[in-house]
């Protein structure tokens, strides 16, 4: 595979990225195949897929629903499957830390997902299609994490510090 | 574009189907054997598995993994986006029961994930030559499991 062709591929996956980086739900739309009804969105923690226009309104919710995104793609496996088909294929660690008030203190969140995502060109303009996110089996996540506080030791128990509520 | 959908529902049921018995040459039959670079992303895979000799390698660890394992798929759309390739979605529920010592009981395991599979046209028919498992993650595998206890709990 020559490298001048999967280079727009490339660009679009940093566009991308760039954008949800900085929150730019425009910027996320524009690469979005908009007039594909067709296309799909599978988030890593949404049950079901948003398909044809119901993307653009996740797109922007997800954006505004955030107060800091972390989008890091790595490893990045391009094809030019045709001429006016691309597939991306990649690594992706992810952070967020959400806009409204949660139990967890609004802590930041992160992860790691693989990402296939598809591409096509019209009239000269690259844009995705198809988007799927596939984090690791949860039984294994949630076994290395158990696996991490055993690397961590047994002494290092997190401190606490216990602050009495001065009002009711 | 053609409806692929009947043809390619009808392969991915075919191909889910060899997971009974561990049919991975069955499997194997249905992927394209002249692409260069398949790509396969199980679930439980930390990195994904490209080319050949990886696939077959994965295939055959898994025959020594598990000691039995069952799938099923639903709610499969299919989209044809070039004159020969195809994209495919599905649900996919698999049963397992990991190998192990004899005497130690084990029940199965199951969970569904959801499929990203694309299909070329071959002169046989469609044949997968990139395939990737999504389950949810885990805060909503969590959110899945307090749902189902709420339910069986019926408070």
Known sequence: ?168 | MTDVMPEIAALVAQYVGYSEGMNFEGKRSLWDQDDPQPLLMPEEAHEPIIGWAAINAYWSKSRVIMESLKSRSANHLARQIAPDLAIATYDMRWVATLAGPANVVRKPIAADVRVTALLRRKPEGWRFFHLMEAPIDLLGMARLAAEQTARESAL
């Open chain 1, 1 to 168: 595979m020559k490298a001048d062709e999967t280079e727009p591929l490339e660009h679009i996956v940093t566009a991308w990225a760039s954008a949800w980086q900085h929150r730019m739900s425009a910027q996320l739309v524009a690469l979005w195949d908009t007039a594909d009804v067709k296309s799909w969105f599978l988030s890593a923690g949404s049950v079901e897929p948003y398909i044809g226009h119901a993307v653009v309104g996740h797109l922007q919710r997800r954006c505004l629903g955030s107060n800091a995104i972390g989008y890091r793609p790595g490893q990045l496996h391009l094809r030019r499957l045709a001429p006016d088909i691309g597939l991306a294929f990649f690594n992706l660690d992810w952070s967020e830390r959400l806009a409204a008030q949660n139990l967890d203190g609004n802590k930041t969140l992160g992860g790691r997902v693989r990402v296939t995502m598809m591409m096509r060109l019209q009239a000269s303009v690259w844009r995705v299609f198809h988007y799927a996110e596939a984090p690791l089996a949860p039984l294994l996540e949630l076994q290395a994490f158990y696996e991490a506080i055993a690397a961590d030791g047994l002494e290092n128990i997190p401190s606490r510090t216990f602050v009495p509520a001065t009002q009711p």
